[in-house]
């Protein structure tokens, strides 16, 4: 799983842009898989399981990453971009991305610190004075090789370090990845798996999945954001790496049922996985659409703590990767037979 989850880092995919994070899953599902692809570009999967379910058990992760739009070239060839999704100024500085379908490598630039004056001196640059160089002396050289609407990613290694693994987009290919290593090892109940799109620009793909599945129960396997670092402490800290599965009772888009809370509790308890909460109301992913599909879906999220989320280096602890494998295993099972 772990190799799997680098390589779906690695690829450019952000909201409405996901072909070829899809593409990259079907040629990895095996042969017994049944799949379709939904006119919103979300990727549904059957798995059979060992046995029947009782009720219809949804998995579901996105397949988007947050990035950035072409919507202006310059006449001196400079690039000019809107985010796909919430990225923090701070965290385009200077970043090396790739700009379109033939992913030619640009940077981040902004007016140097240097040329700055008084109280312009001190401040965070303008998101509207950013733009992204990619070498080129003047618009006409762009022709035919960058066009607008096309997409920007972070251009990022995945790599290993201690017991921690970087890379961009992990939020959400971790998921997918792992709902992948699910599919691949075969599951004891009928499952279906939902890669879902456009989470990051509203949980778009969410709802056309979960309306097409009609689950019974659903589980989001997501990242959420950990902020266990130096200078922070307490229930500022949010969620710790390595502290296993971060399962909240609520967040800034959904209450989860307290049932299906205090379950993954006890199955925590008696499985032995490890199992933490957020201790921050915020944020919010595709679980505030699925729970609220037809006449509503019990749903509820297990995620990787994940430090420096939406950035070109989201971190999340190698440790963590099995436990989530058993939370999110043990709990779909439960919720097969509840």
């Known amino acids: ?184 090892g075969g599951v004891e109940y009928d499952t279906w798996f939902a890669f879902t799109v456009q989470e990051e620009v509203g949980c778009r793909g969410a709802s056309a999945a979960a309306f097409t599945v009609a689950p019974d129960y659903a589980v989001v396997i997501e990242t959420t954001t950990a902020a266990d670092i130096s200078g922070v402490s307490g229930e500022k800290e949010v969620c710790k790496l390595g502290e296993g599965a971060v399962i909240p009772f609520m967040d800034g888009a959904s209450v989860y049922n307290t049932q299906l809370y205090k379950l993954a509790g006890r199955l925590s308890a008696e499985k032995g996985f490890k199992m933490q909460t957020k201790t921050v109301v915020a944020g919010g992913n595709d679980a505030r659409a699925i729970s609220n599909s037809r006449g509503g879906v019990k749903t509820l999220t297990v995620s990787f703590a994940t430090r420096y989320l939406h950035s070109a280096s989201c971190v999340i602890s190698k440790d963590d990767i099995e436990q989530m494998k058993l939370a999110v295993k043990y709990i779909s099972e439960e919720f097969a037979n509840a």
């Open 1 to 184: 799983m772990l190799d799997m989850i680098k390589e779906l880092s690695l690829i450019g995919g952000t909201s409405g842009r996901e072909e070829k994070v899809r593409d990259y899953i079907i040629s990895k599902l095996p042969e017994s898989a049944e799949y379709s692809v939904d006119v919103m570009g979300n990727l549904i999967v059957f798995a059979k399981g060992k046995k029947t379910a009782k009720n219809k058990v949804m998995l579901a992760a996105h397949m988007d990453e947050v990035g950035m739009i072409v919507t202006y070239i310059t006449d001196d060839g400079l690039i000019k971009f809107s985010n796909v999704g919430g990225i923090e100024v701070s965290a385009l500085l200077g970043k090396r991305v790739k700009v379109g379908e033939n992913e030619i490598t640009g940077v981040i630039g902004v007016v140097p610190i240097h040329l700055r004056r008084g109280d312009d001196e001190l401040k965070m640059p303008e998101k509207n004075s950013l733009y992204i160089d990619v070498g080129a002396d003047k618009k006409e050289d762009l022709d035919g090789v960058v066009s607008l609407g096309d997409k920007i990613v972070f251009e990022s290694e995945c790599v290993e370090f201690g017991s921690l693994l970087k890379g961009k987009a992990l939020d959400d290919r971790a998921g997918c990845a792992l709902m992948l290593d699910m599919i691949i």
